[in-house]
């Protein structure tokens, strides 16, 4: 984001208090704008109309119009409006709810997740309360990540995904990224090995705890169904998954750490090809539904390991 950098004036000429450097945004200071926002260090010359009418915070922050200008900033005759720094909205955040304001990149099916993540942040009732906005930021989040289990599924934006959804009560998706958190994060641990940094430094230590508790409670529970040999409905098959369950089961798990993802390994088992390795077709239908009521056992349990 390229801007002109200025110094802003102020009013009062008994006191000499340090002046701080804000910066211009290169779009987002319009001609006919009516209102000068700061988010952070960044002022933003916007129309007051359309921003008032959409959020009663900013509306609140704007100054009457007989109120002295007495020791406020001025910039090109407009008082600034400082966002307190206790709503903790970040200038690139403000930078997106303004984008979608004017149309110029909106909440559309093609925005990115950092995009949604910005909006869905400022627009929330904790810093700007723009009600309409944050609910389609919200729909916006829960398009992009599954309701359901959804075995491989691995996103490079899940932890922060993770955050927003429990901070801004979005129950839809948060089992989908505490699994998949869970169960991924130590993938790189031997590359990390002597690493003293945070395993996931982008999610909280709650969170984070509660990500390992869960894969504590998903390889308790899936080990001895992973151990256990399975056996099927005639004695000729299940002789076939005896000789065959060591090389095409816990082999592979062992190798990919498929004991701390159930619903991957258990997707594994069920993509063999156990007709050509000798099993009848009604024991293969018998166990392909077995095992798909595994993964559906332990996506219910997360609940309670959740919770």
């Not at 009600?131 to 829960?142: D, G, Q, V, Y």
Request: glycine residues 4%; charged residues 25%.
């Amino acid at each position: 984001m390229s801007a002109l950098t200025v110094t802003v004036s102020t009013t009062n000429a008994d006191s000499q208090p340090a002046q701080p450097t804000l910066r211009r945004h290169a779009r987002y200071w319009l001609d006919d704008g009516s209102l000068v926002v700061r988010a952070q260090d960044d002022i933003y010359k916007v129309h007051r109309t359309l921003l008032h009418r959409h959020s009663k915070v900013l509306a609140s922050l704007s100054p009457a119009e007989d109120d002295s200008n007495e020791g406020k900033k001025i910039v090109d005759g407009l008082i600034v409006v400082h966002i307190p720094d206790e709503l903790e909205v970040r200038s690139e955040d403000f930078e997106a709810l303004l984008e979608h304001l004017y149309h110029d990149a909106p909440l559309d099916n093609s925005a990115s997740f950092p995009k949604v993540a910005s909006v869905l942040r400022a627009s929330s009732k904790e810093q700007l309360d723009f009600p309409a906005i944050h609910s389609m930021a919200r729909t916006r989040l829960e398009e992009m990540f599954p309701s359901g289990p959804k075995p491989a599924f691995v996103s490079e934006h899940a932890e922060e995904a993770l955050t927003l959804a429990v901070k801004h009560d979005i129950p839809s998706i948060r089992k989908a990224l505490y699994y998949s958190i869970a169960t991924h994060s130590h993938d790189h641990d031997d590359e990390t090995a002597n690493d003293t940094s945070p395993r996931r430094p982008t999610l909280s230590p709650e969170l984070s705890a509660r990500c390992d508790a869960l894969l504590e409670q998903l390889v308790a529970h899936f080990t001895p169904i992973l151990f256990t040999v399975a056996t099927a409905g005639h004695m000729a098959c299940t002789d076939v998954l005896a000789e065959k369950w060591m090389p095409l089961v816990i082999q592979p798990a062992l190798d990919d750490n498929g004991l701390c993802r159930p619903l991957e390994t258990l997707e594994r088992i069920i993509g063999i090809n156990w007709a050509a390795e000798g099993l009848c077709a009604d024991c293969v239908q018998e166990k392909t539904e077995e095992w798909r009521g595994e993964q559906r056992d332990v996506w219910e349990r997360m609940d309670g390991w959740l919770s």
